[in-house]
């Protein structure tokens, strides 16, 4: 900054853009939707490096306001990011995290949610190390009541009974003892999880197929409307 170069950072409750000693209040954060009122802390940063990336590149204040003013996190704009769908009485939070590091911010974020308990639906990635593995079982065991294992589309040469066994053995180093299930398919496992849930529970299902746990949601969020309970 003192050389004249330009920065996007969150200051005092705002997303601005300094250059030098010139400095703009771009938009106050609790306006971003994609922010949840700047609980979501990391996609504050995802918000910080858009807004310098469109502004470098000529994109005016104004249409960087309208911008994040307007574009959230629901299924349409950002399919598989943060996406809150209300299945009868249960909270469904569909993400991608898909590794430790971006479970543990997913955790940042929902341990601020007023929901007491909390379900996990989760696969493992089979391009990862067999510690990443482990690990991502230990921070869902950290953190979850209940935790449905499925078998991922993503195996890449792993084989599936392994990645049930590694993530099994994260989820036991986590100290914790959560209830854990292996449903092998993955519309299967987020049925079995939202059916099961209890009144106002939080239900993650951490995307594989976005596209396929999206269509899964919708179906049960509809079959609950039409009922007016969990069948």
């Given at each position: 900054m003192e050389r004249g170069r330009i920065s996007c950072v969150y200051?005092?409750?705002y997303i601005t853009i300094l250059k030098g000693k010139w400095k703009v209040r771009v938009e106050k954060v609790t306006n971003v939707p994609l922010t949840y009122g700047g609980r979501a802390e990391f996609m504050v940063?995802?918000?910080l490096a858009a807004t310098l990336a469109c502004f470098v590149h000529g994109v005016s204040l104004e249409a960087?306001?309208?911008?994040l003013a307007t574009f959230n996190s629901g299924t349409a704009q950002t399919p598989g990011r943060l996406n809150f769908i209300e299945v009868g009485d249960v909270t469904v939070l569909m993400d991608y995290a898909h590794n430790p590091a971006g479970l543990r911010e997913l955790v940042k974020f929902i341990s601020k949610l007023p929901n007491?308990?909390?379900?996990?639906?989760?696969?493992g990635t089979?391009?990862?190390?067999d510690q990443d593995i482990q690990e991502f079982g230990r921070v869902a065991g950290e953190n979850f009541d209940r935790i449905v294992l499925r078998r991922g589309n993503y195996l890449r040469g792993r084989d599936e009974q392994n990645m049930y066994e590694m993530l099994k053995t994260g989820i036991a180093q986590s100290g914790r003892e959560p209830a854990v299930r292996v449903i092998p398919e993955g519309p299967d496992a987020i049925r079995h999880a939202i059916k099961n849930a209890r009144k106002n529970e939080l239900v993650v299902t951490l995307a594989d197929k976005v596209a396929q746990d999206i269509v899964t949601v919708h179906a049960l969020r509809d079959e609950f409307s039409q009922d007016g309970q969990k069948k």
């Open positions: 200051e005092n409750g940063q995802n918000v960087l306001r309208v911008g007491k308990y909390r379900t996990v639906v989760m696969n089979g391009d990862r190390r």
